[in-house]
């Protein structure tokens, strides 16, 4: 995925081509956003992440974590730092890609009165586009203390217009005509809103942050700590292909989110897909109910090998050269997912 950027690609194209990916974290004070900085810090297995706060007391972070601390930044245990934004966040973010090497994600928390626009600015119209990829805007919402009238604040409002996705939490403290209630208002904010339901902010990390999901093109399925060798079932699906007289379009289910309803669909064809068919697919079709996505795309009109990453509606696509044989695979997950529908919607995208 780090190959050289041709002269000829356009910025947009290669603006996410290299650089640390970034998730902003907004919500109002309480919602739970501390509780979700300290899930991800200790459950990103085997990635470094750098989490940027205003107030290291605020995350109230594991002592026993703690290796050493400094002015503005703490480094844990299990490689992860984080540093506070005590002047600037630009600076804050160039101190910690000072140390490039160990850093493999930076999550960046929003105070809570804050609208998260223009720190997603920051990192897509400064120096920072260069050097970061703005992977997506994860807003945390208090089911039980929302009232009302923060609907007509104007960072509240914000906060869910920019959200990729919405975690509505503390879940457990509310009934389920309250939480309807509190969706469909969230609807009318931003329609067709990813919502996922949480309690203690407990989420699969593979819902918010691509890095886990997506570090490695080898692992179509999802978690690469998974018990059983990928290697070998991967090194099955290119078997396959290369025995396949016919057309071979693979598809499997995958149990490892299945808690609450999370599952992922996977698709493989080694037929083209067509861009205005799948143009139509992500605009008209894509169910609310899918926070993210993945693929090695293969176009009929494009020549170049094509890098899908999607969180909520935000989506990038990277294109570098195929090393081998052409072919689709798309990785789709969410909640309570219509498999065949789903699957149909991607099988019309073949161009035959």
């Known amino acids: 995925m780090q190959s050289a950027v ?17 998730t902003i974290i907004t919500g109002f004070l309480g919602s739970g956003k501390t509780t979700l900085l ?53 600076d804050a973010v160039y101190k910690i890609l000072e140390r490039r090497d160990n850093i493999d994600y930076l999550v960046v928390e929003t105070t809570g009165l ?23 805007i994860v807003t945390v919402v208090d089911a039980a203390n929302y009232s009302l009238d923060l609907f007509n604040s104007e960072a509240a409002h914000s906060q869910i217009a920019y959200g990729d996705v919405i975690l509505l939490n503390k879940t457990d403290l509310v009934t389920e005509s309250e939480l309807n209630n509190l969706e469909t208002k969230i609807n009318q904010v931003k329609e067709g809103a990813r919502i996922i339901r949480t309690k203690n902010s407990q989420v699969p990390l593979a819902l918010i942050l ?30 396959d292909h290369e025995n396949c007289e016919h057309d071979h379009e693979h598809h499997h289910h995958s149990a490892h989110l299945e808690n609450d309803g999370f599952t992922s669909i996977s698709f493989q064809s ?48 990277d294109d ?17 997912l219509d498999q065949e529908a789903l699957l149909e919607q991607i099988k019309a995208c073949v161009v035959e």
């Not at 000829?8 to 990916?21: A, C, D, L």
């Open 6 to 22: 041709s002269p000829n690609q356009s910025p947009v194209m290669n603006s996410t081509k290299q650089g640390i990916p970034v």
């Open 38 to 90: 300290n899930h991800i810090l200790s459950n990103q297995q085997g990635l470094k992440t750098a989490v940027l706060v205003n107030e290291f007391g605020e995350i109230g972070i594991d002592n026993e974590l703690i290796v050493s601390t400094d002015e503005n930044m703490v480094e844990l245990s299990n490689g992860c730092i984080c540093c506070t934004i005590n002047t600037d966040l630009v």
């Open 114 to 136: 804050a609208d998260p626009l223009p720190v997603a600015l920051t990192f897509l119209g400064t120096e920072l586009r260069d050097l970061t990829r703005l992977d997506s």
């Open 210 to 239: 691509s890095v886990g999901l997506f570090a490695s093109e080898k692992y179509f399925d999802l978690d690469e700590h998974h018990e059983h060798d990928h290697h070998h079932e991967h090194d099955h699906h290119e078997h």
């Open 270 to 317: 080694d037929k083209p897909f067509g861009i205005r068919q799948f143009q139509y697919f992500l605009d008209n079709q894509l169910p609310t109910n899918i926070f993210r996505a993945k693929g090695i795309m293969w176009f009929e009109e494009s020549p170049k090998r094509h890098i899908f990453h999607l969180c909520g509606k935000r989506f990038t696509m």
């Open 320 to 336: 570098d050269e195929w090393k081998g044989e052409k072919k689709n695979q798309l990785v789709l997950i969410g909640q309570n």
